[in-house]
């Protein structure tokens, strides 16, 4: 082979390799990006509402605000402040940066127009989430949040909680996942079946906070998005 041929070849396969790298090159800020897109998901949780649907939790945030209904005596002043701050911190535990702070979450609901009459908790959450321009929202409420009367080794009365949380797809604008907890708490001796669950609680009287994230934490066990 003379040189000139021999030349000719080498600047072909340089060539060659050329495009390959410049393809790839190509290709591969196009897959990290999507991949990017998945991880950027965000989520963001409105504040939790007083009350449950005469009839069916399931039913609860499709009906108007003004047919939840709870016992003014079982709900502990702020239950419903303190179970959105305990959601948005499981969210936050979970996945960090893709949860949006709760106070701008707030804010944003604070300057909702709502109906009472007529809109349903749904319909806000929606509106809510549209304005935020999040991926996935999270509601919550709860019916009863009623404190011990007591110590965490003798109680008069126990804590009694009962709440649900759910989780809305803002592409499909469906709940794609609920749960609820509804538990006063009982004595071992009151209850054998419920042996596994008063050891995880330390074998002791739990205050109503604490029996609300003990029924948070088994909830989020079925959870359906993942890191």
Request: glycine share 6%; net charge neutral.
């Amino acid at each position: 082979m003379d040189r000139s041929a021999c030349l000719n070849k080498i600047k072909k396969t340089i060539t060659f390799f050329c495009i390959i790298v410049i393809g790839a090159g190509l290709i591969l800020p196009v897959q990290e990006s999507a991949g990017q897109g998945l991880a950027e998901e965000r989520i963001a949780v409105m504040p939790f509402i007083k009350g449950k649907n005469p009839d069916t939790v399931e039913e609860t945030i499709t009906c108007p605000y003004s047919s939840l209904c709870f016992d003014e005596q079982s709900m502990k002043a702020g239950a419903d402040t303190t179970l959105t701050r305990m959601l948005h911190s499981m969210l936050d535990r979970e996945f960090g940066g893709r949860v949006l702070p709760l106070a701008q979450a707030a804010a944003a609901f604070e300057i909702l127009k709502i109906d009472h009459a007529k809109d349903t908790p749904k319909a806000v959450l929606l509106n809510l989430g549209n304005s935020l321009k999040v991926d996935y929202m999270m509601a919550g409420n709860v019916w009863r949040y009623s404190e011990r009367v007591g110590t965490s080794f003798s109680v008069e009365k126990p804590a009694s909680v009962a709440f649900a949380v759910y989780l809305v797809d803002m592409k499909t604008k469906k709940v794609i996942w609920q749960d609820s907890y509804d538990e006063t708490q009982q004595a071992l001796t009151e209850n054998l079946f419920n042996v596994k669950d008063f050891f995880k609680q330390g074998a002791q009287w739990l205050t109503a906070d604490e029996l609300a994230r003990f029924g948070m934490e088994k909830m989020f066990k079925d959870f359906p998005l993942k890191k």
